[in-house]
């Protein structure tokens, strides 16, 4: 969690550089739900995301090094400069990919889903969107089609209540309530506070444990609020399309805030421990830079390679 | 000697779909249809039985999570043989055809295959109409990392459909309904036809006939009348419509210095229009005439008899045209009539599909 | 209703003389939904349909005459011989045309009750469509919007238990209730025998009433079973992937039969007078059916017409 | 005189927006982000104010559905114009544009329009990559019953796309992103630019330029160099790529005998093909050279600052192949270097989109 946090602040503090030049969306507040998830997770298991997946990759365990490099273009990138932010990759810990069209990795992750359950249900089939996506056709495909083969997929619905500027007015009914409505398609479904990494953490739990006894789907709906513009590395609560006091609101909310008082209140760390895990954090972070910079660009002749296998 | 053994193009097939399914465990076959009774027009025979049901599956309407299903299955090993019973349903699916199959390979630099293949079958005659009977093949071709194969006969249809299921990249397979009861000698055992070959269906002097699926059998029909007219034909079966490797086409060319291109799409940005333009840059100075196109008409395709009658070019229209290109002169009424009446394949089709 | 069996049994012996060369899906068991809906609307309210749509034209009191011209192919069709059974269109009754891949009719339903809204809700869009239909993104999308944007639309849902000769357990959920899992969208729905032309009415007749108060969509379920083959003239219980038992057992079900029976015990009407109406209606058809033998085909160059309004 | 008003090409498409809204109540504009504080990089500024929230409205990620409510609103006689802010994205409306919107005139016998415009923004440089940078415009030129607009200059932005929105046919309206800030001179008045009609932005003698869309203003900056190497070319701007007049081309290639296409899209069965087999077909007699083209690479688009330096042509590559093909030498490293970093409109574009 504090990984994500510091990456994706490090992104946004040294975007303006102009040297990531590529579209990036970051994931600061939304931290808790990646982290939790992620712990309920084996290696084995194999997750699919979408345009804002730093912390998905991250807390699969995700090579940082290679991340980083990815978003500068350098050959030494996990897609090798060819996908940059928005197509990140990491097939050591089953990071299977991540891709920027709404809705798109989703069916995807179902057949994931369907070649685990081939292979005797060896596996969870993990796969995150966000709310906006669920306004997609191929959403309810995917879910349809999860449901009637009985597949090990577990549906992670990051609802930060925008689409890029839009709110949820204008997209979806008024008393939607995405885990109930797909409760009606038949999969089983659970609902939580995406910033309270301890309730992610057991729900979770529970729907993996669901999925395992059952060979069945599940569904997992968190409500959360990214801090920071849709993509790029700004602010921008002045634009018009939310007010500074929601954000503020949300502010207190802030996954990583709340847990570490929670972890001191209740005396299981030491304040001064963490802190220590933070610095480990943080040189871990400027490495991750320091590799990005120095690599190399890939050779613009590299562009014609990979178009057939 | 063995005798030739002489089987039709949706058996043969059927055939590559159980060979390639005895030999890798890991092939799949799904879509709307595949394990019900009529099998797709029997293509997909026995499979089912032969190889259950988590292998051979029905699926819901849905062909663009379906088609992601397949890419994500590839993802691990698998080899998936989707099918769709018109090209036209396809278009719900360009989004996980073209963003993510296509690309999958290239995006994540290069460290992942997507050996899925995509049958499409177009439709034609018997009031087919406007929504089933599209061949869209160029808007494939145009999308780099997809490959594109098109055979007009039951040989090439088994070892293409066996080399596209192995590629290791998304290929389209396209089907022309006209061709599923079309005949010719296919071997018994396994074989791989390469794709992006070009094949020399007969070797001419005058001119080369460039042809796409099943055009093929329209230029072979023109051949018998063209040769008593003293013209002496090269046709090509393109088979592959991307990549093409161009070397047989290029050498034809060099020699007969004149070509005509055979194609089942519309008329304007097709493919076509990409191969005469491919070779008039590369061999201008080859050429002795203009070369020219025969194609659908750049219109939908309606339905009616009355509509049809013109719509789909024939072996008289290339006859006509080649006679033309040539200079040479004939009477309209001495090139032989159709046999059948112009919507179906022959008279003992009394559809409905 | 007699109207629409009369005329699509006729279709189905008369098709086999290969004058009408079209891909043709008959509805002969379903017409009590056509009727009874149809019933409900008023002649400015539209209709969009799909590849099954005779009786959804004939019950909103589209031309018969040029129904049947236009699955002849002949330029008296309704749609002039371009279109054929599969796109039928009758603007003087307000059908707005059925289309022949599966869903795409639907979203052009939500269209025309947006339009209706914009006019200040003069007239309900009712969109006709098979269960088959549910599995496809495009009608989740349209349900979305609808509920979303408060659209004066009447969803109406065939379940006729087949799309093709697949059963529903390859491709919905084993308990999957449609109206119930649109319900969890939003929707007003409502469910009920569809071969029971009383119920049909009176559920009809409360969702139309619904949508007229509460200015929001409402959704119909019917269930129903469709006797003959797919696409085509004939039956087909015999080929495996229904039992002649099933369809006997609809049979049963006949919803013109039953409502008969239903008219006479009751004595609403004398089993004579039903008898005349059936008199007329058949000669009406026959009447349809020499005028599109006697019309004539579109000229081949009328192909190259209407491509650029 | 009346001093020139010079505006940006977003400026443009505002204004056009805002007049045809103002001439005709039944005018609407939605799609992701129109009434948003971006206002899609300010072309719909205003427009919600304006018009209100009935006729300007944002809507649920649902491209293929909103497509069809698009259709079911022209029936009933509005004119709807949709805008995706990545040609990409709009990959899943495909079964709604084909099967629906282009046909719909036609399979019902010609009694209904579909008078949609769809605007859809290519994007470029900046690490677009693979899903956020194509230019499908040939896939949309191939389907009969849909028109293709792509302006390259403000002015005609506005004059086009009033004529887009108002024709009773489907129009695709595309703009390329590296256009939006350039500027050029716009009447205030309404005007009417006529759709189907190329331009000729430049006389010349020895060459034809045919160019898409912002490949025109690449043209334009490889004049200067031509001419000061005696080279006299003649630009045309193509401004619709389907369906063409052909008359102001086929008059150019008669006078210069040469030309050379420039295209936006993938190299491949693309829209430059389509001309050069039109006009080979047609005017071979006229050619003094083989013809060619200049487009993006067959290769899907990488995103990396480092592939791609050689992606996307420039004026530098535009010289060089003009040069060649009148068979005149020049050192490569006369011509000008390029004035920004390759990825970039101008260096004051620090993305992200
Ligand atoms: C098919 C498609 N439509 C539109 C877009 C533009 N777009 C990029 S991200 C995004 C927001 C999606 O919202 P949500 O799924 O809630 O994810 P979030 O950004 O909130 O994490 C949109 C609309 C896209 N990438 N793909
Ligand atoms: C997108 C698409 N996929 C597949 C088909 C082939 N097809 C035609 S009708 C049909 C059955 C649809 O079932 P349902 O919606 O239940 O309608 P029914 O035929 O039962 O009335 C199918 C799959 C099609 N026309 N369009
Ligand atoms: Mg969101
Ligand atoms: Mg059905």
């Known amino acids: 969690m504090v990984l994500i946090r510091v990456v994706e602040e490090m992104i946004a503090n040294k975007y303006r550089e102009n040297k990531m030049r590529c579209p990036t969306h970051l994931c600061t507040g939304q931290e808790a739900i990646s982290s939790a998830v992620s712990a309920n997770l084996k290696i084995q298991d194999t997750v699919v995301s979408t345009h804002r997946s730093h912390g998905h990759y991250l807390g699969k365990g995700g090579n940082v090094d290679k991340m980083i490099a990815e978003i500068y273009g350098k050959s030494s990138g996990c897609s090798k400069g060819y996908g940059g932010s928005m197509h990140l990759i990491d097939l050591n810990v089953n990071f299977m990919g991540s891709t920027a069209i709404v809705g798109n990795s989703m069916p995807i992750g179902i057949g994931l889903g369907l070649s685990s359950k081939l292979e005797n249900y060896n596996n969870i089939s993990c796969v995150y969107f966000g709310e906006g996506c669920t306004e997609e056709g191929i959403f309810h495909e995917s879910v349809n089609f999860a449901i009637t083969k009985k597949l090990p997929v577990l549906f992670v619905c990051e609802n930060n209540l925008y689409s890029v500027y839009s709110g949820l007015n204008v997209r979806q ?5 995405i885990h109930k409505m797909v409760e009606g398609m038949g999969i089983k479904s659970f609902n939580g506070d995406g910033n309270n990494v301890i309730d992610v953490y057991k729900l979770t739990n529970k729907a993996v444990k669901y999925i395992k006894q059952n060979n069945k789907p599940a569904f997992l709906e968190f409500k959360t609020y990214r801090w920071r513009e849709h993509c790029g590395p700004n602010y921008d609560n002045d634009i018009g399309y939310r007010t500074e006091k929601e954000y503020l609101d949300w502010k207190k909310k802030d996954p990583i805030k709340n847990y570490i008082k929670f972890l001191t209140n209740k005396n299981i760390f030491k304040l001064e421990y963490l802190k220590r895990i933070d610095k480990s954090i943080i040189s871990k972070s400027i490495k991750a830079f320091n590799f990005a910079e120095k690599s190399k660009f890939p050779s613009k002749n590299d562009a014609t390679k990979n178009v057939y296998a | 000697m063995p005798k030739k053994r002489i089987i039709k193009f949706n058996e043969a097939i059927n055939e590559a779909m159980v060979t390639a399914m005895n030999l890798n465990k890991k092939v799949l076959c799904f879509g709307l249809g595949v394990d019900d009774p009529k099998r797709i027009f029997n293509t ?4 089912k039985e032969k190889f259950g049901s988590d292998r051979v599956f029905d699926t819901p309407t849905s062909e663009n999570a379906m088609t992601g299903v397949g890419i994500g299955m590839s993802l691990k090993g ?3 043989v989707m099918v769709h019973q018109r090209l036209d349903f396809f ?13 999958w390979h290239y995006m994540f630099g290069g460290q992942q295959n997507i050996p899925i293949t995509i049958r499409l079958i177009v439709g034609r005659g018997w009031g087919q109409g406007p929504t089933h009977s599209q061949s869209l093949h160029s808007w494939f071709a145009h999308i780099p990392g997809l490959k594109v194969v098109m055979p007009s006969s039951a040989r090439d249809a088994k070892g293409l459909l066996l080399s596209s299921i192995f590629d290791k990249n998304p ?4 089907e022309h309904r006209w061709l599923h009861n079309t005949t010719s000698e ?4 396994k074989y791989l036809t390469p794709i992006s070959k070009p094949k020399i269906i007969k070797k001419g002097s005058d001119i080369t006939l460039i042809c796409i699926s099943y055009m093929t059998i329209e230029a072979i029909r023109a051949v018998d009348f063209l040769e008593k007219e003293n013209v002496s034909v090269e046709i090509i079966d393109l088979r592959t419509i991307s990549p093409i490797n161009y070397s047989i086409i290029n050498n034809s060319i060099k020699k007969t210095g004149r070509f005509l291109v055979l194609d089942i799409g519309n008329e ?3 493919v076509a229009s990409e191969i005469i333009s491919t070779i008039t840059i590369k061999l201008y100075k080859y050429l002795k005439n203009p070369p020219n196109k025969i194609t659908l008409p750049h219109i939908p395709t309606p339905t009616s008899f009355g509509l049809t009658k013109d719509f789909y ?10 006679l033309k290109m040539l200079k040479k002169k004939t009477l309209k009424n001495k090139i032989p009539v159709l046999k059948n009446l112009h919507d179906v394949p022959g008279n003992w089709f009394t559809g409905p599909f």
Not at chain 2, 313 to 322: A, H, L, Q, S, W
């Open chain 1, 173 to 177: 009914p008024k008393n939607r309530k």
């Open chain 2, 44 to 47: 997909t025979k026995n499979l």
């Open chain 2, 78 to 80: 698998y080899y998936p």
């Open chain 2, 91 to 103: 278009l719900l699916a360009m989004d996980q055809l073209v963003n993510s199959a296509a690309k």
């Open chain 2, 171 to 174: 290929v389209i397979f396209i």
């Open chain 2, 186 to 189: 296919v071997p018994v055992k």
């Open chain 2, 268 to 270: 304007k940005y097709g």
């Open chain 2, 313 to 322: 070019p024939t072996y008289r229209d290339i006859i006509f045209e080649v």
